[in-house]
Nanobody, 122 residues
């Protein structure tokens, strides 16, 4: 079993900052990439940022320059530092991992955390 546990969401005023954390645990052999997605009210889930084991990142244009993704490979942990938050950043943020479980031969991307609410007030 693999678990992704997020923390760090909350309520913040526009212009403020929050830091999200996600730790993956369980029967993990290796993780290729970890990232963050979000789903706002009435919207589809969208990519926010992803980082691979080498440190290369892919950041959504809507958050580029404001959000920073980082990762500690040895701890299977990924962080999302969110600065200059806007009301349109309000969403449930989900952690995702592309990993391979011990005792298996395939990689999978369908590993998700439970989600953490981020609310930005104007």
């Amino acid at each position: 079993q693999v678990q992704l546990v997020e923390s760090g969401g909350g309520l913040v005023q526009a212009g403020g900052s929050l830091r999200l954390s996600c730790a993956a645990s369980g029967s993990i052999l290796s993780i290729r990439s970890m990232g963050w997605y979000r789903q706002g009210p009435g919207k589809q889930r969208e990519l926010v940022a992803v980082i691979n084991s080498g440190g290369s990142t892919n950041i959504a244009d809507s958050v580029k320059g404001r959000f920073i993704i980082s990762r500690v490979n040895a701890q299977n942990t990924v962080y999302l530092q969110m600065n200059s938050l806007k009301p349109e950043d309000t969403a449930v943020y989900y952690c995702n991992a592309d990993l391979r479980e011990r005792g298996t031969y395939s990689w999978g991307r369908d590993y998700w955390g439970q989600g953490t609410q981020v609310t930005v007030s104007s």
